[in-house]
Nanobody, 118 residues
Framework: QVQLVESGGGLVQAGGSLTLSCTAS????????MGWYRQAPGKQRELVAT???????NYADSGKGRFTISRDNAKATVVLQMNSLKPEDTAVYYC????????????WGQGTQVTVSS
């Protein structure tokens, strides 16, 4: 099991930038996939970006060219740099850690609010 703590959310004007950080604690941080997901009011939680421990990255179309995900395995952190933010990016952003190999886990952070004003 992994405990995740997010930080870096806030209020920003359209066109601005925010950096979200997620720090993991617990064992078996390696050989997993870390990701950021978001959930806007009245909508389902959706993928933003994921990154494997080997550095394989996947972005949702909504963030391609604007968002950058990275991770530091030694520090057990994953960072989402968000640029050119739009009002439609407003949501609660959640950090996720998922591991298939033993011991498996699928854990979530508490979420951090991102609000983009027009």
């Amino acid at each position: 099991q992994v405990q995740l703590v997010e930080s870096g959310g806030g209020l920003v004007q359209a066109g601005g930038s925010l950096t979200l950080s997620c720090t993991a604690s617990g064992t078996f941080f390696r050989d997993n996939v870390m990701g950021w997901y978001r959930q806007a009011p009245g909508k389902q939680r959706e993928l933003v970006a994921t990154i494997s421990s080997g550095g394989r990255i996947n972005y949702a179309d909504s963030g391609k060219g604007r968002f950058t995900i990275s991770r530091d395995n030694a520090k057990a952190t994953v960072v989402l740099q968000m640029n050119s933010l739009k009002p439609e990016d407003t949501a609660v952003y959640y950090c996720n850690a998922r591991r298939v190999e033993f011991p498996p886990y699928d854990d979530w952070g508490q979420g951090t609010q991102v609000t983009v004003s027009s």
